[in-house]
């Protein structure tokens, strides 16, 4: 049992420090953990000798994943981009082109809210699937008033209606929407729209709690992206920012100076943004799906922010144009072959130090008494074979506040003993 208890968030050395407990178990009372320790002492517990016993069967129990950058709510994916990828396109080629981001923009006008609800619906289930139990989930591909709020009332929905809990930002700022880029004004005309109706409107309906700005060329400058996140604070939403991913903007510093509570992607970042990062509370969040999937060779620079002594997550950043994947194991592959993470260092990364940058490490991130009953079991003997077997789902049961809401299952009812034919 991996019970990552003490600290949060992790820095340095101290993200290597997983809590292993041999033989461990809990006990759980009304979804939160009562109790944490070897399986002999829990089980000799008054309160054990009438609970519900689960046996995993020797496996690894860890946190549930955090899993704190998402853009879960899209109407479909962009596969028709990714041979254009492959065949040597840049993702800034493809945005221009009509592709990227406006693409997503222009198929979510077109689903219903039934649409859209379930193809989230649908994904929380596989996100669950592969262990994860809470999640972070940004608007930002309705760039008007009504689709904003329409995504943004969604994932409330949502988050009511299913077991995974959502933590909502809005990210009108995703990109300038198309009616404003003919407009000599336009980006100031937009700025205004989120700043003077759209934030205060997501904040008098408690629809978020976060304000995120994609603050790179071809999205928003840093300038404005300091208008929108002031006026975010203003109405209560902490920022967060995509910063430093296509090209070096200076968002890292903006996110350190406003206390931001997350700067995401980095992969541009200088050693001055380390340095900065390591002496703030804002978490470097790092999204190697999306240099992966996008074929990119430079990654983030996870061990220098390691040991400058940032606070490090590493998150999904799920979304149909740049990182289709919501498997956090994968992740963790990626952090492990491409960040030169340890094992231990992305499992902290994606649980306590997640948690601690949605502001829940009080109650996720870590198998401790106190804290909700969030457990993923995975069908391994070590933990070092979660990141090891790359793309190959080891997930076997998760637990949301001490309910299964994922159990591995044969798809067949039995694996037939040889060719039935
Ligand atoms: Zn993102």
């Not at 049992?1 to 290597?16: I, W």
């Not at 300091?226 to 920022?239: C, F, R, V």
Request: neutral net charge; glycine residues 8%.
């Amino acid at each position: 049992m991996l019970t990552l208890r003490g600290r949060a968030p992790r820095r340095g050395k101290a993200l290597s420090d997983l809590g292993i407990l041999r033989n461990g178990a809990l006990l759980i009372r009304d979804g939160v953990i009562a109790a944490v320790g070897t399986g002999s002492k829990v089980e000799a517990l008054p309160e054990a000798h009438a609970a519900e016993k689960l046996d995993v069967g020797g496996r690894v129990v860890l946190p549930g994943f955090v899993d704190s950058h998402t853009h879960l709510i899209h109407a479909a994916s962009r596969a028709e981009e990714y041979e254009l990828k492959i065949a040597g396109a840049s993702y800034e080629e493809i945005a221009r082109k009509g592709g990227g981001i406006l693409n997503s923009v222009k198929k979510l006008h077109a689903a219903t809210s039934e649409a859209l609800k379930k193809r989230a619906a649908d994904a929380l289930r596989e996100f669950a699937a592969y262990g994860t139990t809470t999640l972070e989930a940004k608007s930002g591909y309705g760039l008007d008033i009504a689709s904003e709020l329409k995504i943004l009332r969604l994932q409330r929905e949502l988050n009511l209606e299913q077991p995974i809990e959502i933590v909502s930002t809005f990210l009108g700022a995703h990109v300038l929407p198309a009616e404003y880029r003919s407009k000599a004004d336009g980006a100031q005309q937009y700025v205004a729209l989120l700043t003077d109706r759209l934030i205060p409107e997501v904040a008098a309906e408690k629809l978020a709690e976060f304000c995120d700005v994609f603050c790179d060329r071809g999205a928003f400058s840093r300038k404005d992206s300091k208008i929108i996140l002031e006026a975010g604070k203003k109405s209560g939403l902490s920022p967060r920012i995509h910063a430093e991913q296509l090209t070096r903007t200076g968002a890292t510093q903006l996110a350190v100076q406003m206390g931001a509570a997350s700067c995401d992607h980095l992969e541009q970042v200088s050693a001055a943004d380390v340095r900065a990062l390591a002496e703030s509370n804002t978490i470097a969040t790092l999204l190697p799906g999306c240099d992966f999937h996008l074929g990119l060779k430079q990654y983030a620079p996870a061990r220098a922010l390691i040991d400058a002594g940032a606070i490090v997550a590493v998150a999904t950043d799920y979304n149909p144009g740049t990182s289709p994947t919501l498997s956090m194991p994968m992740v963790l592959s990626l952090a492990c072959t491409q960040l030169r993470m340890t094992p231990a260092e992305a499992i902290a990364a994606a649980t306590v130090n997640a948690a601690y940058s949605l502001r829940r490490d009080r109650r996720v991130g870590s198998l401790e008494v106190g804290k909700q009953a969030d457990v993923a079991v995975f069908d391994v003997e070590d933990y070092r074979e979660i990141p090891y077997y790359f793309g190959v789902n080891k997930c076997w049961m998760t637990l949301k506040k001490g309910q299964p809401i994922f159990q591995k299952a044969h798809t067949v009812s039995g694996w037939p003993a040889r060719n039935p034919l």
